[in-house]
T-cell receptor, first 107, second 116 residues
């Protein structure tokens, strides 16, 4: 079953922070985060493992709450380059992606 | 550049036709995954091959089939094409089989299919 992402879209000014949430109705072994810029391929950001620690990429970090079956992606001091669509993927025997969150960072 | 290549980059065809999309994984990667992304839609997992064998299946239509060859490249065959099959088709690769935790997947640039 597809994980649910929220919000569906967010508009930020450069330097602002944002949080993207990813929830699953199934127990999670891991959560994967990818970013896709318009017209391009998705690019891997990070994997969070059950019982593992928070991992980061640039000033993007994430957390994984196993009990709540949720993950959150934190965009800190956002840069123009952070614009794109962020997908979370939950792993079972195959990676299932959420519907995506569109992020637009304006100057 | 992820190291995954896909050909062709663009494909325009008519309803009822059959097309083949090709993917070469990163050097050393054993798994190939196929995804469909329709306009403004998320990534829909179609199928995974690991070292030549089908490993996982998603929402792949019966009109679609895939295979992975001994040199590990993969082909996705789409037949009896319909207008709704117009989409961006991505292939991705990973070093191992994925498993319950999953692995980092490296995506190719995609093939944009337009069915007229």
């Amino acid at each position: 079953q597809q994980p649910v992402q929220s919000p569906q879209a967010v508009i930020l000014r450069e330097g602002e922070d944002a949080v993207i949430n990813c929830s699953s109705s199934k127990a999670l072994y891991s959560v994967h985060w990818y970013r896709q810029k318009h017209g391009e391929a998705p690019v891997f950001l990070m994997i969070l493992l059950k019982g593992g620690e928070q991992k980061g990429h640039e000033k993007i970090s994430a957390s994984f709450n196993e009990k709540k079956q949720q993950s959150s992606l934190y965009l800190t001091a956002s840069q123009l380059s952070y614009s794109g669509t962020y997908f979370c993927g939950t792993a079972g025997n195959k990676l299932t992606f959420g519907g995506g969150t569109r992020v637009l960072v304006k100057p | 550049d992820s190291g995954v290549t896909q050909t062709p980059k663009h494909l325009i065809t008519a309803t009822g036709q059959r097309v083949t999309l090709r993917c070469s994984p990163r050097s050393g990667d054993l798994s190939v995954y196929w995804y469909q992304q329709s306009l403004d839609q998320g990534l829909q997992f179609l199928i995974q091959y690991y070292n030549g064998e089908e490993r996982a299946k998603g929402n792949i239509l019966e009109r679609f089939s895939a295979q992975q060859f001994p040199d590990l490249h993969s082909e996705l065959n789409l037949s009896s094409l319909e207008l709704g099959d117009s989409a961006l088709y991505f292939c991705a690769s990973s070093p191992g089989g994925g498993g319950p935790v999953g692995e980092t997947q490296y995506f190719g640039p995609g093939t944009r299919l337009l069915v007229l």
